[in-house]
């Protein structure tokens, strides 16, 4: 059998999968997630019906799994590799296997990708889109919007406004943004100012993380969610926007503490903390249990001494970032940064972020000027975001989120 007859049956499997799927008592569950969507990494609950692939000896499935891997770069073509580790169990774990972290081969393929370092040499270019009557924001994988409106999306987020405080709510799927999700991604939430924010992961970001429990940010009662849903909220990033008191114009200056990421790992032979998996939750057979309809008026109970959690990088420097500062353009009598042609509209939004270092550091001087984060504005909603190493989509995604809110006291 030729490799296109191969990749033209899983492309089949892939459409049978999604035919079972909606035939299923979760049709309505299914008929709201897009092509675009990434769907969460669970194992299925039920075997699906595998035909002539059932029984492929490793050697020629790891083979076949490494070729479709090599061959589908981008998206949605892409899609072939998921729907592989759909079908069983065998499939599933040499799929995972073959499959490289966003760091390593530069490319976005499991939901877990998105809570992975992103590359070390050519940023991932992303780009957002800003629905102004929801209050939501979609964050798409790709240099700009295409013409037929397939992209794949990688995070949504809902902002809610607050008495004292912002929050936008991420998540893998725009049409839920519920905090007892399996969907739930994390949380942006601002102070009373909007001067700082904090950003808080569904989910430790390594897998060895988690070492004190009881000193976590709790996003529900015990008795009121299933146990198969992650009932805690961890701190990983604290942005800060520095006050305008005497109100001149300029660009925004701000801060972002990177509470999980070390400055080794910007240095030479560090590394960042790369979670191989969701919580348990997400890879239980017994996952389709329903959740508790309980209220969420409890969420987010903070307890005291959250900011040195274990998910703190303790005994090491954090490494915190900074904005590029921009320069002052005597003709065209604004301030300019050099975004290579991806951002073409002015804008307070805008932003490069680069480490901020110190000469004891040791960090190469090509580390230092390395853009890590760059976001803005390229038409009427629609702002690109470029992230790489040692940042993931995730929270690329939240910082850039926190520059759509409003902050009077910072301009």
């Not at 296997?97 to 992303?126: A, D, H, Y």
């Not at 209050?135 to 990688?154: H, I, W």
């Not at 017994?286 to 209220?295: H, W």
């Not at 190469?364 to 976001?375: H, M």
């Amino acid at each position: 059998m030729s490799f296109k007859s191969i990749v033209r049956e899983l492309r089949e499997m892939k459409d049978g999968i999604g035919n079972i799927s909606r035939r299923g008592p979760e049709r309505k569950h299914w008929s709201n997630r897009t092509r675009s969507h990434i769907v969460p990494d669970v194992a299925l609950s039920d075997p699906i019906e595998q035909g002539q692939w059932a029984n492929l000896p490793p050697e020629l499935l790891l083979d076949i799994i490494r070729r479709v891997e090599e061959s589908e770069e981008s998206w949605p073509a892409r899609s072939v590799i998921v729907f592989s580790a759909s079908v069983c169990k065998s499939w599933r774990e040499i799929t995972k296997e073959i499959v490289r972290t966003p760091e390593e081969c530069g490319r976005i393929t499991f939901p877990i990708s998105l809570k992975q370092p992103g590359p070390r040499e050519s940023p991932i270019q992303c780009f957002i889109k800003r629905d102004r009557a929801n209050s939501v924001f979609r964050l798409y994988v790709g240099m700009a919007p295409s013409e037929n409106e397939r992209d794949k999306l990688l995070l949504a987020a809902k902002k809610i406004r607050r008495a004292t405080s912002t929050e936008f709510v991420i998540s893998l799927v725009t049409d839920d943004f519920s905090r007892a999700s399996n969907t739930y991604a994390g949380k942006l939430r601002s102070n009373f100012l909007g001067t700082k924010f904090s950003i808080y992961d569904s989910q430790p970001p390594s897998d060895v993380a988690i070492q004190q429990p009881g000193r976590l940010n709790r996003r529900f009662h015990a008795k009121q969610v299933s146990p198969r849903v992650p009932a805690c909220n961890y701190r990983v990033a604290t942005i800060s926007y520095e006050l305008n008191v005497l109100r001149t114009r300029g660009p925004r200056r701000m801060h972002c503490a990177m509470h999980s990421i070390p400055l080794s790992s910007i240095q030479e032979g560090g590394t960042a903390p790369t979670p191989k998996s969701f919580p348990q939750s997400f890879d239980d057979k017994s996952f389709s249990a329903p959740l508790s309809k309980a209220k969420e008026s409890a969420t987010d109970i903070s307890l005291s001494g959250f900011s040195r959690s274990a998910v703190t990088v303790t005994s090491q420097e954090l490494l915190v970032l900074k904005n590029k500062a921009p320069r002052w353009h005597e003709q065209l009598q604004c301030w300019c940064l050099n975004f290579k042609g991806r951002v073409t509209v002015a804008s307070v939004k805008n932003f490069q972020l680069v480490a901020a270092v110190d000469p004891s550091h040791n960090v190469p001087v090509a580390e230092q000027e390395k853009v890590i984060l760059q976001f803005g504005k390229i038409g009427k909603d629609i702002f690109t975001m470029d992230y790489r190493y040692p940042l993931s989509a995730f929270q690329a995604f939240a910082i850039c989120l926190s520059s759509f809110d409003t902050k009077p006291a910072c301009e």
